[in-house]
């Protein structure tokens, strides 16, 4: 079973810190690697995606890179805020492109601290 | 404009009992996608559909069964509940497929007793 390990499981910050969420996929041969957002009692919601041809996207605060050689993506998000405080998930492709399946780590809960 | 609706919300079985979790997506998407979410497990999929009519199993789908019958449904049928599917459940669905772009739906948490 192909897996994407996610760490930390769960990750303190400080307001105005700097949140890094690592992940590491196995062999995959489709290149679309999501960050999912859930706060409690909600589904899962698309934060920011890449596709590897770049090694960093950045959407305001929430930073992806990329590592293609080492299989491994990691969020970076800046000057946390409280209102981040969520679970985030990393997702790698799974199977054939035709079936759209996502592979999702374990989850990384953030508590952000006012 | 609803996206994905999932019903109901909470729901309590005893073991040995059946139910169908209902899935509707009014977004016209063709991939559509049972998840399954336990505490530190993350997200693990259950079931999944490539378009009407099409079906195909997951990573965890003994004990469950899907169906297809249009573009907007995909209920998720449970036999037999068991302890082991005491968990919360995600519908969701996708537009491009591959490219991960999900709606998720609210979820329905379960609990077998």
């Known amino acids: 079973q192909q897996q994407v390990k996610q760490s930390p499981q769960s990750l303190i910050v400080q307001k105005g810190g700097i949140s890094i969420i690592n992940c590491a996929y196995e062999n995959t041969a489709f290149d679309y690697f999501p960050w999912y957002q859930q706060f409690p009692g909600k589904g899962p919601a698309l934060l920011i995606a890449?596709?590897?041809?770049?090694s960093e996207k950045k959407e305001g605060r929430f930073t992806i890179s990329f590592n293609k050689s080492a299989k491994q993506f990691s969020l970076h998000i800046m000057d946390s805020q409280p209102g981040d405080s969520a679970t985030y998930f990393c997702?790698?492709?799974?199977?054939?492109?035709?079936?759209?399946?996502?592979?999702f780590g374990q989850g990384t809960t953030l508590q952000v601290k006012p | 404009n609803a996206g994905v609706t999932q019903t109901p919300k909470f729901r309590i079985l005893k073991i040995g009992q059946s139910m169908t979790l209902q899935c509707t997506q009014d977004m016209n998407h063709n991939y559509m996608y049972w998840y399954r979410q336990d505490p530190g497990m993350g997200l693990k999929l259950i079931y999944y559909s490539v378009g009407a009519g099409i079906t195909d199993k997951g990573e965890v789908p003994n004990g469950y069964n899907v169906s297809r019958s249009t573009t907007e449904d995909f209920p998720l049928r449970l036999e037999l509940a068991a302890p082991s599917q005491t968990s919360v459940y995600f519908c969701?669905?996708?537009?491009?497929?591959?490219?991960?772009?999900?709606?998720f739906g609210s979820g329905t948490r379960l609990t077998v007793v």
């Open positions: 997702a790698a492709p799974g199977g054939s492109s035709n079936t759209g399946k996502l592979i």
């Open positions: 890449i596709r590897p041809d770049v």
């Open positions: 969701a669905s996708s537009y491009l497929g591959d490219r991960g772009g999900y709606t």
